[in-house]
C-alpha cells in the first residue's frame, strides 16, 4: 500500500517515489529517434495507418495547436493519481495534501514566470479563459487596444469594451510605432494593451518589452497572450514589463485542462468574480430583507469558484519545471537548429511559400504557416495525414484577419477554416501550418519535408472529398472507382 507520507510534492521526481508510474512503452527504436529532443514526451512511438498501406510512427508537428504530454509531466500525475482530493474543502489527509500540492503548484507557476510582489496567479482553463476572465475584470469605461493580427482568443474578448483594432504591422518597429500613435490620441481613462508573444500563424516573436513600454508611456496596461511564447522562450513579468500574462498548460506539455492568468492584483481583486460560486465566496448569508450577502475572497481564489482543477495545476507546475530544468537556451538552439534544417527544405520547393509578417530574418518560434501553388491547403494537409502519417494543421488557425491580411484577400471573400469546398488542386483561403517543440525528433522534420517534395512533384497517390468541411480520404473501395474512370 502506499504510504500518503511518502508522497512529496513538487520536490521529487516521479521515478524516486514509491509510486509506480504508468506503464508507457518506450521501444528502442522509438528512444533512438527522440535522442535529438531535449525533453521525452508520450506518443513518440505511436504507429499509425497510412491510407496506402502499412503503418508508420506518427509525426506529431502540431504542437502549437496541443503539445503532447511531457514525460515527466505524466509521470508526476501517475504519481500523484492516487493521493488525489479535494481542494478547499476537505477535512480528510488527502484532501490537505491536495490542496498544499494546489497551491506549491501556484506557487511554482508563480516562480517560472518571474511574478513580482503583490502578483496573483489564477488558474483557469486556459488562455481564452484567462483573457476573458481579464475582460471581465476591466475597469468601468476601460479602453482596449489590440492588433487585428491576433488570434480570435485576444481578439474577440474585449468586444464589450470601447475597441481600438490596429492594422497588421509589417515590422517589430511599425508595431512599436502604430501603438504608439493609436495611444498618443486616446483619452484619458483606464487603458489595456493586448499582445501576442509569438504568432500562432507565422510563430514570428512580437516585441514585447517596447509594446510594454509604449502601453506604460501612455498610461495603460498590459496583458501579453504567451499561449505561443510560454513553450519556447522564458516569459518573465518583469523582464517583459508586463501587467499580465496568459498560457494554457495543453500548449505547455500538460494537457490536463488548465491554464492561468498571472499579474497584477489591483483590477482583479476590485472585479465581480468571474464566476460566482463556491471558493470565491468568504461569508455569504441572508439579509433581514430576505436577500444574500456575500463577502468575495480578494486573493485569486475569488476567480476560481468551483472545484479547483488540481491536477491540471500540477501538471501544469510539472511542465514549468521540467522546461525550466532544461533550461530555456538549450531549447532555443535546439529549436533553432530544426527551424533552419524545414526553412532549407522548403527553400527547395519553389511551389510553397511562407507566411510571414516581419518577412525574412525575423525572430521566430517552432511554428510556420505556407501555401502551396496549386493545392488546397486541406488537400495537402489530409495527404500528409494520410500518405505520410504527419499531423500538421490546416485552415485559418482562428486567426482569419491575419490570414486574410497574408493571402491578400479582403474581407468578403468567402472562406472558413478549412474551407474545402474549393476542389483539390484549386488556391482557396487557406493555409498548411508545421510547428514542433522540445520533443521533436530530427526524423519528424526531414520527413516532413521530403513528404512536401513528393506532393509537389508527384501529387497525391490517393484521390479525397471533403466531408463536413474537411478534406478527408476516400474509402478504398471509391479511390479504386475513381481510378477506373480516370483510367
Ligand atoms: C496565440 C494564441 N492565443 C490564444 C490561444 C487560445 O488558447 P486556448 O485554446 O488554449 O484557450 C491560442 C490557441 O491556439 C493561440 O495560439
New binding site residues.
Given amino acids: 500500500m502506499s504510504s500518503a507520507a511518502a508522497f512529496a510534492p513538487l520536490s521529487v521526481s516521479a521515478a524516486d517515489t514509491p509510486v509506480e508510474a504508468a506503464d508507457v512503452p518506450c521501444p528502442a527504436a522509438a528512444a533512438a529517434e527522440q535522442a535529438a529532443a531535449p525533453l521525452a514526451v508520450l506518443g513518440r512511438d505511436v504507429r499509425v495507418p497510412l491510407v496506402t498501406g502499412g503503418e508508420v510512427t506518427y509525426a506529431a508537428l502540431d504542437y502549437?495547436?496541443s503539445a503532447p504530454a511531457l514525460q515527466r509531466v505524466w509521470d508526476d500525475v501517475a504519481a500523484y493519481a492516487p493521493y488525489y482530493g479535494s481542494v478547499h474543502r476537505g477535512a480528510g489527509y488527502l484532501s490537505q495534501l491536495s490542496t498544499e500540492l494546489f497551491e506549491q503548484s501556484r506557487h511554482a507557476v508563480a516562480e517560472f514566470l518571474g511574478c513580482r510582489e503583490g502578483d496573483q496567479v489564477v488558474f483557469t482553463r486556459?488562455?481564452?479563459?484567462s483573457l476573458n476572465l481579464l475582460s471581465a475584470a476591466l475597469p468601468e469605461g476601460a479602453r482596449v487596444f489590440v492588433f487585428e493580427t491576433?488570434?480570435h482568443?485576444?481578439l474577440l474578448p474585449w468586444r464589450r469594451h470601447d475597441v481600438t483594432y490596429l492594422d497588421a504591422p509589417r515590422s517589430p518597429e511599425q508595431a512599436v510605432a502604430t501603438l504608439e500613435s493609436a495611444l498618443h490620441g486616446a483619452p484619458a481613462g483606464p487603458k489595456l494593451v493586448c499582445v501576442?508573444g509569438?504568432?500562432?500563424v507565422t510563430g514570428e516573436v512580437w516585441p514585447v518589452r517596447e509594446l510594454a513600454r509604449a502601453a506604460h508611456r501612455h498610461g495603460a496596461r498590459i496583458v501579453l497572450?504567451a499561449?505561443?511564447l510560454a513553450p519556447h522562450r522564458p516569459v518573465h513579468l518583469d523582464e517583459l514589463e508586463v501587467d499580465w500574462v496568459a498560457f494554457?498548460g495543453?500548449?505547455l506539455y500538460a494537457p490536463f485542462g488548465a491554464?492561468v492568468l498571472a499579474g497584477r492584483a489591483d483590477w482583479l481583486r476590485d472585479a465581480e468574480p468571474y464566476l460566482a460560486g463556491g471558493g470565491a465566496s468568504r461569508r455569504v448569508a441572508r439579509r433581514n430583507d430576505g436577500g444574500i450577502d456575500v463577502e468575495w475572497h480578494t486573493n485569486a481564489a475569488r476567480h476560481e469558484a468551483g472545484s479547483p482543477n488540481v491536477i491540471g495545476a500540477y501538471a501544469l507546475a510539472s511542465a514549468c519545471r521540467a522546461l525550466s530544468e532544461a533550461g530555456f537556451e538549450t531549447l532555443v538552439a535546439r529549436e533553432e537548429e530544426l527551424l533552419a534544417r524545414l526553412r532549407a527544405g522548403l527553400a527547395e520547393v519553389p511551389e510553397v511559400s511562407v507566411l510571414s509578417l516581419f518577412g525574412e530574418g525575423a525572430d521566430q518560434v517552432g511554428v510556420l504557416s505556407f501555401v502551396v501553388d496549386g493545392w488546397n491547403s486541406s488537400h495537402f494537409a489530409a495527404a500528409l495525414s494520410a500518405e505520410h502519417g504527419i499531423g500538421v494543421r490546416d485552415g485559418l488557425?482562428?486567426a482569419h484577419p491575419l490570414l486574410r491580411t497574408l493571402l491578400g484577400q479582403d474581407g468578403d471573400t468567402p472562406g472558413e477554416c478549412g474551407a474545402p469546398e474549393a476542389a483539390p488542386g484549386e488556391r482557396s483561403l487557406n493555409a498548411i501550418r508545421v510547428s514542433f517543440g522540445a520533443g521533436t525528433p530530427d526524423e519528424h522534420v526531414d520527413r516532413f519535408v521530403s513528404a512536401v517534395r513528393q506532393l509537389v512533384r508527384e501529387g497525391a497517390r490517393w484521390n479525397y472529398r471533403t466531408e463536413d468541411g474537411r478534406c478527408v480520404p476516400l474509402a478504398a473501395a471509391d479511390a479504386a472507382d475513381v481510378a477506373n474512370a480516370a483510367a
Avoid: I, L, P
Fill in positions: 502549437a495547436a486556459a488562455t481564452t479563459d491576433e488570434h482568443a485576444s501576442t509569438a504568432s500562432n497572450d499561449a505561443q494554457s495543453h500548449k491554464g488557425f482562428c
